[in-house]
């Protein structure tokens, strides 16, 4: 089963705006990774942040997690339409699984310019 | 650095034939894994091995064989092929010394279809 389900399932926004997509999972996580991934090409990591984290950062990327919640957010600002991709969330629960990733379905975003 | 090198790009399969999706990293990761994406369902971890020698399942396996004898290929061998296992696989690789946190760095994919 899905450790991660991200909600919504597809968001169309035009640019300039923001965009949030959720992610929700069910067990203790060691740390959650959000991926991109644009069409017909693999994955590429955009950020991680630990479980004793709570808000990280990058350029235009702002990422939160509430572990009381067992959700995450990210929120990609001034959306541009090369932001245009499918965005998974990821959790490594860590211990026994380590080094395993289990993905969310992913949210399909489309920036319209 | 070529990162993380996957062939081929594309493949068709008959039922019953058989084949080896290949995966190479140059970043002397320990950490390698085998996923496969199919509409609607994410991606789903098939195969994982946390060193040389050292291989394990993940959420999917059956149908699918994997060895890792040495640190940088990993091969997906499909010793069967049945039209469920047309999808899309993807080879990814970490690095784990140290701690888990640390990112996945993916290949580019294997579209395979099997009629």
């Known amino acids: 089963s899905q450790q991660g389900e991200e909600d919504p399932q597809a968001l169309s926004i035009q640019e300039g705006e923001n965009a949030t997509m959720n992610c929700s999972y069910k067990?203790?996580?060691?740390?959650l990774q959000w991926y991109r991934q644009n069409s017909g090409r693999g994955l590429v990591h955009l950020i991680l942040?630990?479980?004793?984290?709570r808000e990280k950062h990058s350029g235009r990327l702002r990422v939160t997690l509430d572990t009381s919640k067992k959700s995450s957010s990210l929120l990609i600002t001034a959306s541009r339409a090369a932001d245009t991709a499918s965005y998974f969330c990821?959790?490594?629960?860590?211990?026994?699984?380590?080094?395993?990733?289990?993905f969310g379905q992913g949210t399909i975003l489309t920036v319209h310019p | 650095n070529a990162g993380v090198t996957q062939t081929p790009k594309f493949q068709v399969l008959k039922t019953g034939q058989s084949m080896t999706l290949q995966c190479a990293q140059d970043?002397?990761?320990?950490?390698m894994s085998w996923y496969r994406q199919d509409p609607g369902m994410g991606l789903r971890l098939i195969h994982y091995?946390?060193?040389?020698?050292?291989?394990d399942q993940g959420e999917v396996p059956n149908g699918y064989n994997v060895s890792r004898s040495t640190t940088e290929d990993f091969p997906l061998r499909l010793l069967s092929a049945a039209p469920s296992q047309t999808s899309v696989y993807f080879c990814?690789?970490?690095?784990?010394?140290?701690?888990?946190?640390?990112?996945?760095?993916f290949g580019n994919g294997t579209r395979l279809t099997v009629t």
């Open positions: 990814a690789s970490r690095w784990t010394g140290g701690s888990h946190n640390s990112p996945l760095h």
């Open positions: 067990t203790s996580i060691n740390n």
């Open positions: 942040i630990r479980s004793n984290e």
């Open positions: 990821a959790t490594d629960t860590g211990g026994t699984s380590y080094g395993k990733l289990t």
């Open positions: 970043m002397n990761h320990e950490y």
């Open positions: 091995s946390v060193g040389a020698g050292i291989t």
